[in-house]
């Protein structure tokens, strides 16, 4: 185990019954990383970040926290989890409704028999630090949601805790404060350093706030690595979908040899390939994102069918026969409803993907 | 991992038992289990092997007797099964308790229904004047025990062929009304009705209420006629209200033992209510207890039939939304002429017995309504004063105010309601507890299941049990017969329906995660329950404590049996003097207890309201 590894997971696996929540899997989170587990609902994201927090016991495997053994099923030891160095944010927040904000951030100080005026003088300085240094005296239900959420943040940073865990903390917030919540967020990382793990079934806000995420499906962890890499080189056609915004394109591609050159051919469009990408196949699976088609004479030609414009940006849905495609192209260019336009790929800007076994070969 | 070490106490598997034993729920769980298998399933089993057994006095059953059995107390017989199934007694025993049953239980269904129903369309619906004030006096029957009105009735409508002295509609007609006005299945349905109708206009009220009028208003404007919203639209949407009133009304007629015994047994006319306790008189418990059975079984297929038939129906009621407003409809012309109606009925339903109650009690010679037969006499007459005629009043007796035997018998009330349900009420946020957050395990089925079990019972026979159980040494328990702990565990066991009902929901309202933001900085179960669950649950707590005192001060047909002089409470109390024809102690007692069950209830109103203040709502 490397010396800054904060969190380890070993074989974790949870069953519930014969339905396997996660299945077996490793993770290594690195001291002081944002990683994001993210997935669509019922991946098993949430259950691996209980487990993590204690809040759930796994049916198997291990967990490390700064290198101390926190789970092991094979030892049967469970540490308590005010002894793993977490911090969690829950969905719903959690604030108990029948204490003030105040009482609320107090309470793990007061679990901590800390001395009253030592509390009050800790509360009181995260309260100004979340701007909520005059609604100490309130009930959580007399805050809006962005207040609740800010109360739910202080109540986890007052026991100042090592790692936070974040379960889908902005999910209840309208779109607008969404975004501002996702920079503070983002802050608080950045001042903290705490390790931080997230989870989200929200592909943008991953993108824009991890350094790590981890893709997860039917409780298995499909691809880990940063945002970056997620985006140009994804593990598998879901994942290449899951990470998409608008709609990556996929069209099914048959192989060309013409002499002595491979290409790949979809929907009027023939590219030219290295022939031991694809090596015996004869089709493959394309996919291109939105942003890599281009204006191109020699390419595809296709009827425009709606074109939104964004903003800095345009969408335009296209069609040709059966195929489809979605184009976000500079605003620059014109083209209007029922007219036909002739796209290509950027160059090395797809991914090729294995029928059969879906994962990427290119 | 050499900071592993530290763990390595102990072998992996105690640790997990440790670990396993020591959650909460599991230990609460556990500790009601074994509770509630002692209190309600061995109850239910020796039900079920007295039936099937010989005791002591089957000795002198006829049977026995002609073919010369030698009777082994405790030994398998299927005797009893015979005499109440398969016998010359069956008709007598079985089959016309049962069919009276049916009439009755029946009857008092589907005349409360339509009560209940009616009146809660017109409070709910409709522009009714005073609608408000209407609502809560229709409640009343609901706040006071159901007998009263029997007793009323009998005030009213007693005729002079079963002895003692004949009613008000004698006094003033001097006919004497016809057996089947006086007694029977009629007096007994309509008292019932009267009493029974608040449930299904409390279930109805509500899901009226809660149906958005804008679904009503989209079926007008696409054209459905009145009639033809009310059908298609209103209907539906209630009808699993209605439905589960029904069948909840149906089990609680099918069980009740005051009205019948009032109004029934001076005329032998049996319920198997009213059969049981006969039986059980008799020292015939064996035959007793399958009378029971079938009433169980009668009540488990009801409440199968409300799981079949609403389960999957229940949920769309729920579904409408906070903010929306509902139209009444404009009753028009018939508008007071309804009103009146409804006056009438609630004068009738709730006021006149009550009156009617309190005269017969200033009544010096039963029967005799003139004004020169008033007297204080039952309420703060000497004991030994002389009446008019110079004979004793009441035999002797004190008026009941007086009477330190009433004052021992209020205090006794008094304290067995308190005692169980404050007991109820912590056992219910247990139970509550152990059942929702150790839901999917077999402990929480267990505990779900055998505390909801009582709820089948038929309270006399639930009595019959405990009496003959207890009354003898059971493992570390000792005889409890004649004891006040032993009114107190069957009137506690008796509760747990309600009370783990009231419980888990008030713990399915507070989410996991409010306990384990607490668990994540440390907090243990006490502090937890303490400083989150208990604040949280506190005023379905209150309540729950209150509607539990409630209904244990009018309890009569689980303890009727098991009460002993030393430790009588005002409701048996009421059944002797009743029983023995001293009407005038039995009213102003039953008065005594209506004023505290009333005092009751504001009570809870009060704190009702107070406590759904900010906070707590969210």
């Known amino acids: ?362 | 991992m050499s900071s592993s070490v530290s763990y390595k106490h102990g072998s992996p598997l105690l640790r997990r038992t440790v670990r396993e034993l020591s959650k909460p729920e599991k230990i609460i769980g556990m500790i009601l289990l074994v509770l509630l298998v002692f209190f309600v399933l061995m109850p239910a089993i020796n039900l079920v092997l007295t039936s099937f057994s010989f005791s002591l006095s089957d000795r002198r059953l006829p049977e026995v007797i002609d073919r010369g059995i030698k009777v082994v107390p405790g030994q398998f017989t299927l005797i009893h099964l015979e005499r109440v199934f398969f016998s010359k007694l069956t008709s007598k025993m079985f089959l016309i308790p049962l069919m009276n049953s049916a009439v009755v239980t029946l009857g008092l269904t589907v005349l409360s229904m339509a009560i209940g129903c009616i009146l809660a369309y017109l409070v709910v619906r409709t522009n009714l004047p005073f609608k408000k004030a209407i609502a809560n006096i229709a409640m009343v029957p609901y706040i006071i025990p159901s007998w009263p009105i029997s007793l009323a009735w009998l005030t009213l409508f007693k005729n002079s062929k079963v002895g003692g002295s004949a009613g008000l509609f004698q006094y003033l007609f001097h006919v004497s009304p016809p057996d089947w006005i006086s007694y029977g299945p009629v007096p007994i349905i309509i008292c019932l009705s009267l009493h029974y109708y608040a449930f299904a206009f409390i279930t109805v009220s509500g899901a009226l209420a809660s149906i958005d009028s804008q679904l009503e208003e989209t079926a007008a404007l696409l054209g459905a006629s009145r009639i033809q919203v009310m059908k298609k639209v209103t209907l539906p949407l209630v009808l699993p209200a209605i439905l589960s009133a029904f069948i909840l009304t149906f089990s609680k007629g099918l069980g009740t033992f005051g009205t019948p015994a009032f109004l029934g047994l001076p005329v032998r006319y049996y319920t198997l209510a009213t059969q049981i306790y006969g039986n059980v008189k008799n020292n015939l418990a064996g035959d007793a207890y399958l009378i029971a059975i079938v009433m169980i079984i009668i009540s488990s297929l009801t409440i199968y039939m409300n799981v079949k038939v609403i389960g999957a129906r229940k949920s769309y009621v729920t579904i409408a939304g906070k903010g929306f407003r509902s139209q009444p409809m404009n009753l028009g012309k018939w508008k007071w002429l309804l009103f009146a109606l409804v006056v009438l009925f609630l004068l009738c339903a709730v006021f006149l017995p009550l009156y009617l109650l309190t005269w017969q009690t200033f009544m010096e010679v039963n029967g005799d309504y003139s004004l020169s037969n008033f007297t204080l006499h039952y309420w703060i007459g000497e004991s030994g004063a002389l009446g008019k005629a110079g004979t004793l009043l009441g035999e002797g007796q004190a008026g009941i105010l007086r009477d330190s035997e009433i004052y021992r018998g209020a205090w006794n009330s008094i304290k067995l309601s308190l005692t169980v349900s404050f007991l109820a009420a912590i056992l219910g946020i247990l139970l509550g507890y152990a059942i929702v957050r150790g839901r999917g395990t077999k402990l929480s089925v267990g505990c779900d299941v055998l505390s909801f079990a009582p709820y089948i019972f038929p309270g006399i026979a639930f009595g019959a049990v405990y009496l003959s159980m207890f009354s003898q040494r059971m493992g570390p328990i000792p005889s409890l017969y004649g004891t006040f702990a032993l009114l107190v565990l069957v009137s506690l066991a008796k509760r747990m329906p309600f009370s783990s009902r009231t419980g888990s929901s008030a713990m399915m309202q507070i989410d996991k995660s409010l306990e384990e933001a607490a668990t994540l900085v440390g907090a243990g179960f006490w502090t937890k329950f303490k400083r989150i669950i208990y604040p949280l649950t506190k005023s379905g707590f209150v309540s729950g404590f209150l509607l539990s005192f409630i209904s244990t001060m009018r309890e009569l047909s689980l303890i009727v049996l098991i009460v002993t002089p030393a430790n009588k409470v005002l409701t048996t109390m009421i059944f002797r003097y009743t029983e023995g024809g001293y009407h005038q102690y039995g009213d102003a007692i039953t008065m005594l207890l209506v004023v505290m069950s009333m005092g009751g209830t504001i009570l809870i109103k009060m704190f009702q309201g107070k406590d759904l203040a900010k906070g707590v709502a969210e």
């Open chain 1, 1 to 362: 185990m490397s010396k800054n590894t904060k969190i380890r997971v070993e074989n974790l696996t949870k069953a519930w019954g014969k339905v396997k929540a996660i299945n077996n899997i490793s993770l290594d989170i690195e001291d002081g990383s944002f990683i994001t587990l993210l997935g669509p609902s019922g991946c098993g994201k949430t259950t691996t970040l209980r487990a993590i927090a204690g809040l759930e016991e796994p049916t198997a495997g291990k967990i490390y926290i700064n290198d101390k053994l926190v789970f092991s099923k094979k030892d049967e030891i469970v540490v308590d989890p005010v002894k793993r160095d977490i911090g969690l944010i829950f969905q719903s927040y959690a604030l108990w409704p029948h204490m003030t904000v105040y009482d609320n951030i107090a309470f793990g100080l007061v679990m901590k028999k800390l001395p009253k005026d030592e509390i009050k003088k800790q509360v009181d300085k995260i309260l100004k630090n979340v701007s909520l240094d005059k609604l100490g005296e309130r009930y959580p239900n007399e805050l809006s949601g962005g207040q609740q959420q800010r109360v739910a943040i202080a109540r986890m940073l007052i026991t100042k805790p090592g790692i936070f865990l974040m379960d889908e903390p902005l999910s209840n917030l309208d779109a607008k404060l969404r975004m501002d919540m996702r920079s503070e967020v983002k802050r608080l990382h950045q001042e903290s350093g705490a390790t931080t793990v997230y989870v989200t079934h929200d592909q943008e806000e991953a993108m824009t706030m991890s350094t790590h995420i981890c893709v997860m499906k039917d409780g298995v962890i499909r691809q880990m690595d940063s945002p970056e890499v997620l985006y140009k080189k994804p593990a598998d056609l879901f994942v290449a979908d899951f990470i998409s915004n608008p709609k990556m394109n996929f069209y099914d591609a048959a192989i060309l040899h013409e002499e002595g050159k491979t290409y790949i051919s979809f929907a009027g469009i023939k590219i030219l390939i290295d022939p031991e990408t694809v090596g015996e196949r004869h089709k493959v699976k394309v996919a291109v994102r939105p942003e890599d088609f281009v204006l191109d004479s020699n390419g595809g030609e296709f009827n425009v069918v709606t074109q939104l414009p964004t903003g800095p940006s345009q969408i335009l849905n296209l069609e040709k026969g059966s195929e489809d495609a979605t184009m976000v192209s500079p605003d620059y260019i014109r083209v209007n409803p029922g007219e036909t336009i002739k796209i290509g790929v950027k160059k090395d800007s797809y991914n090729i993907f294995d029928l059969e076994t879906e994962k990427r070969i290119f």
